[in-house]
């Protein structure tokens, strides 16, 4: 089965209000790792802060009518995998799996590489340099083949995946 990873902050989910992006920016990923393991702040931020990209809702629902297998990579803890689950769910998001890191010490680029290219055949991530790493060191040998998401739309989003072309012509 051919298989679509999203990338879950800035892709399937966006921030309710981009000054606070710009904030969380300036933290390193170690401290979110911690914060993650309070269900509190977990949920808090998930009701206050975090909405459904709905745009990408509806590629993924596509993806799975058409056959294709659905998951979302994200370096956060997997401590906070219950209240995101439930979060997915609830916003009707579609999707086979969830992968979250399970080491704080492994680097995000690292992890997302080693996921994308074990788990997916094409991955969407709102990150030039996430891109540029598995395009570079695993397209090589064609395992699998990232693409930068920058607030497409559905129509546009399902135009890069070249596979859903030849399904969108049969």
Not at 59 to 68: A, H, I, N, S
Request: net charge positive; aromatic share 16%; with cysteine.
């Amino acid at each position: 089965m051919i298989r679509v990873g999203f990338d879950l902050d800035k892709v399937v989910s966006l921030l309710r209000f981009a000054w606070i992006q710009a904030i969380l920016d300036h933290f390193n990923e170690k401290f979110f790792w911690w914060l993650q393991k309070f269900r509190f702040l977990q949920r808090f931020y998930n009701c206050f802060f975090r909405i459904a990209n709905s745009e990408i809702r509806a590629v993924m629902k596509e993806l799975k009518e058409r056959g294709f297998g659905v998951i979302v990579v994200s370096a956060s803890n997997e401590n906070y995998r219950q209240e995101l689950e439930k979060w997915l769910s609830r916003k009707g998001f579609c999707l086979d799996k969830l992968y979250l890191k399970e080491n704080p010490e492994e680097e995000c680029l690292g992890y997302k590489e080693r996921v994308t290219t074990s788990f997916c055949q094409y991955y969407i991530d709102d990150k030039q340099e996430i891109v540029d790493r598995i395009n570079k060191s695993i397209n090589s040998d064609g395992r699998c083949q990232a693409f930068l998401y920058q607030g497409q739309k559905k129509d546009d989003l399902l135009e890069l995946l070249p596979l859903f072309k030849i399904f969108k012509t049969a």
